[in-house]
């Protein structure tokens, strides 16, 4: 359900995620869904804990650059771009680095230094037309920033058209009216609240406690 629902009703999503960590919070993937549903309802400070717990977790580094524009949620651009370099990018996948480079373009701006932020866009080199069109954009408030009011227009007036009319990835996939929707099965704490893997101290979660009784 967290799954189905993150992108139409992000918050009622959390809440799903939240009932599953309550229940499986050793599990990677529960606690990969407790961070992107935290991410995509703006609790930046829960979304950054839950994707550390994930890479502890299963060692991946997939939501890097998820965790970098956390800290940047969380006014904290300097961190971002720290967290960003932290790791090989030649050991990240090409989608990751693409993403990771846009994040810290985004943390430049923050810090007020938009030219060093058109030279990071600059520097990708992607293949994929999906990433070429996320950095164009990322490139067009860049330079509105700057003054470059023309290039910016120009460059807009390249990007693909988004047709209202074409079905969505959640329309095509389950077509569900949002008032229908059910609520999640329970009220729980959140998952600051349940105690587990946090912050590399071993606990066990109370639901898992109160089983081993």
Known sequence: MAGRLIDIDPELAYQHAQVAVARGGRVDIVREAAALTAY???RYADALREFRTVRRLNGSNE???LMADCERGLGRPERAIALAHES???????????????VIAGARMDMGD????LVTLGRINTKDKDAKVRVSIAKVGVLRSLGRGEEADTLEAQLPVEDEDEPTWADEVYLYDTEELPEPVEEVAPAEELDDVVDGEDRVDKTEGEENE
Not at 89 to 101: F, G, Y
Not at 114 to 117: F, H, L
């Open 114 to 117: 938009s030219e060093a932020a």
């Open 40 to 42: 995509a309802s703006g």
């Open 63 to 65: 939501h890097l650059a």
């Open 88 to 102: 090989d990018s030649a050991k990240l996948d090409p989608a990751t680095v693409v993403e990771l480079q846009i």
